[in-house]
């Protein structure tokens, strides 16, 4: 049982240099949480909508100051004096006051801020780290999740030509976090040498992976390859891949541009059946595009007994979306972001639908980020096995690596690293 004694919410600038709501909850008890929620650039069509100020003479209309009002007012005056039983019920309650179906009214960047710092305020309370907070509500054995690191981006998230979004590698095979996180580093190091080396230039994308003037996917694999080899890893024993095409980027009426000519449903799959038999990858999200169920079915019927197909903005962490791809064997995985859906306990649920399903789980950041960590410590309370949070360099990125680090290091209680399954 708690009550809220003060919410306070101010607009920060997210890694983009956009604005996003920051808040601050104070409980009766003493325990205080400060959170910060990040934004993203390939939405889906289904997300929660995030409240933007919309006056072109501030920031470009992005500006979240209604947003932060929406905290410091709306919610504020609708909480005082409440005693809520646990975060379900308070999260229950916002959701209700913004009474709306994608939570327009209030904002889901208000509703999270509010929900992620009232948990993290009942952690501080209890004196607990937030990941076993978040591991008692939760009810599954914690472990330390595979990172899923960012090392090539196109799509949305860069200028470069290529229209796949995400190429990212996942040290399944390391023994701990702190190696898994040496042998990401060690990889990119390698990757700006190739890059720095062929193509004249460092820069990288949103989320900080590389973004070289390449325009095919099996380009940027190669690189990776190259990459993991070089830095002394074996490609597959140790380090696995990852793509996130974000197929709703390059579709455009019924035909995808994967970057190199004009493919069809069956022929994109024919070209990602290609892509996992000459590269070690070990999951695709978000191959097809959100309105294209069909093709969903068919990839997954044909690669889904040995890759993971992640919905992303297919299933906009929604746990009724979830359920619905089950039945219809959409795909075999979730990605969670808690911003799609707005609320922590929402961000469970969908958790607990993808579990009840048989599906994986991979705990996502967003394009647009902050120094906040709390997808690590929902990462490792989950018990998931995997976390995409970005390249293994840039402050936003490393944050949550880092927040890895410490966990492994002063959990004490020898949390198993690794894949869940
Ligand atoms: P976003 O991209 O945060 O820009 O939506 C991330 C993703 O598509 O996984
Ligand atoms: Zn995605």
Not at 9 to 25: E, K, N, Y
Not at 96 to 119: C, F, H, I, M, Y
Not at 353 to 362: I, L, S
Not at 369 to 381: G, K, Q, R
Request: hydrophobic share 45%.
């Amino acid at each position: 049982m708690f009550t809220i004694d003060q919410l306070a919410a101010w607009q920060i600038l997210d890694s983009r240099g956009r604005p996003t709501v920051a808040a601050r909850a104070t409980l009766h008890g003493g325990g205080v949480g400060i959170t910060q929620v990040p934004s993203g650039a390939s939405t889906g069509e289904h997300e929660a909508v995030e409240r933007r100020d919309g006056d072109p003479s501030r920031y470009g209309g992005l500006g979240v100051t209604a947003a932060c009002r929406a905290v410091e007012i709306d919610i504020a005056k609708a909480v005082a004096g409440r005693t809520f039983a646990d975060l379900a019920e308070l999260d229950r309650a916002i959701v209700e006051l913004d009474g709306t179906p994608n939570k327009a009214r209030l904002g889901a960047n208000a509703l999270l801020a509010v929900s992620q710092a009232v948990a993290c305020a009942l952690a501080d309370q209890a004196g607990q780290p937030l990941h076993q907070y978040l591991s008692a509500q939760i009810g599954v054995p914690a472990r330390l999740p595979v990172p899923h690191f960012n090392m090539i981006n196109g799509g949305a998230h860069a200028a470069n030509r290529l229209n796949f979004q995400e190429f990212m590698v996942a040290p399944t095979g390391t023994p701990s976090m702190a190696e898994a996180i040496r042998c990401g580093a060690e990889i990119y190091a390698a990757l700006r040498g190739l890059v720095v080396d062929r193509f004249k230039s460092a820069g990288v994308g949103d989320e900080g992976g590389f973004a070289p003037d390449i325009a095919t996917p099996e380009q940027a694999l190669d690189l990776l390859v190259d990459a993991i080899q070089r830095a002394g890893y074996q490609p597959r024993a140790d380090v696995e891949l990852a793509l996130d095409p974000a197929a709703n980027g390059f579709l455009s009426g019924d035909a995808y541009h994967p970057g190199d000519g004009t493919l069809d449903t069956s022929e994109l799959i024919d070209r990602y059946e290609q892509l996992i038999s000459a590269y070690p990858i070990r999951s695709i999200e978000d191959g097809l595009a959100e309105s294209d169920r069909r093709g969903w079915r068919m990839l997954t019927a044909a690669v889904g007994e040995w890759v993971q197909v992640v919905g992303d903005d297919l299933l906009v962490t929604d746990p009724e979306r979830i359920r619905a791809a089950a039945r219809d064997q959409l795909a075999n995985a979730a990605l969670i972001k808690p911003n799609q859906i707005g609320t922590v306990t929402e961000t469970l649920a969908a958790l607990a639908a993808a579990r009840e399903a048989g599906w994986g789980a991979m705990i996502s950041h967003r394009s647009g980020e902050t120094s906040d960590t709390f997808i690590a410590d929902l990462a490792v309370a989950a018990g998931v096995g995997q976390l995409k949070t970005g390249a293994p360099a840039r402050g936003e990125r490393v944050a949550k690596y880092n927040r890895l680090l410490e966990i492994e290091a002063t959990s004490g209680n020898g949390l198993p690293y690794g894949l869940a399954y």
